[in-house]
């Protein structure tokens, strides 16, 4: 019953996805103009595809941030987290219980780029960080990458029982998609504040979703007025 309820939210916010989506798509696109600006990030990008496609896929790295992930979101909703492996290839935690929250973090937060930034912010209350700000948004750079392709490879090329625990896979996609986007736009404000207006693209998302439902019903109501005077 759980599963279908989540399977009837996952259908509704289609829409909301798909702009949501779409619109970071386009803020990320508009910063690229200033390639002066965003050549930090990008550069931190292209390394780690270099890296990643090169041959070397960070394993064991990405294992650990995964589980990690996996018990923070744990203790986050207080449940008791007993153990943690990690291995070349997979690893696992053992908790008392799971939710979608849990289930999903490690795809839906981008761990070492967040990591990162907490770090900058941090040093910030001692000492003068600007200097190094261009490091610091290479890094990030680098971990976004990081975290966004070794969450499609993770996907893509395992059964992950962590999205039937969540929901289902339809229900999953869907919020790992919306969640990803929501965090790209927000590290992009964080680097870019003059040229990203988070308002002005949550505004964007929702009245298109509005129109596109109101879009399907109308049309469902014609058709279903159709059939009904045809029967």
């Given at each position: ?64 941030g995964h589980e990690v992930t996996h018990a923070i979101a744990a203790m986050m909703c207080g449940f ?71 969450t499609f490879q993770t996907l893509c090329e395992t059964d992950q029982p962590d999205l039937q625990a ?66």
């Open positions: 019953m759980k599963n279908t309820f989540k399977l009837l939210i996952a259908v509704l916010l289609f829409p909301v996805v798909l702009f949501a989506a779409w619109e970071t798509i386009s803020v990320f696109l508009h910063i690229l103009r200033d390639f002066q600006v965003a050549v930090g990030l990008l550069a931190g990008s292209a390394l780690y595809c270099v890296i990643h496609f090169g041959g070397y896929r960070f394993g064991r790295l990405y294992v650990w008791r987290v007993h153990s943690m492996t990690v291995n070349e290839d997979n690893g696992n935690v053992k908790m008392d219980r799971v939710n979608a929250f849990v289930a999903l973090a490690p795809y839906i937060i981008p761990f070492y780029a967040l990591a990162t930034g907490l770090v900058y912010v941090g040093l910030d209350f001692f000492t003068d960080v600007k200097p190094y700000r261009p490091a610091f948004v290479f890094a990030i750079g680098f971990f976004m990458a990081f975290h966004f392709v070794q969540a929901g289902g896979r339809i229900f999953s996609g869907v919020v790992i998609i919306l969640c990803n986007a929501f965090w790209l736009l927000l590290v992009l404000k964080w680097l870019f504040p003059d040229q990203v207006l988070l308002l002005t693209a949550g505004k964007n998302v929702l009245i298109n979703s509005y129109h596109a439902w109101g879009f399907v019903i109308s049309y469902g109501v014609d058709w279903i007025q159709q059939w009904w005077t045809k029967s």
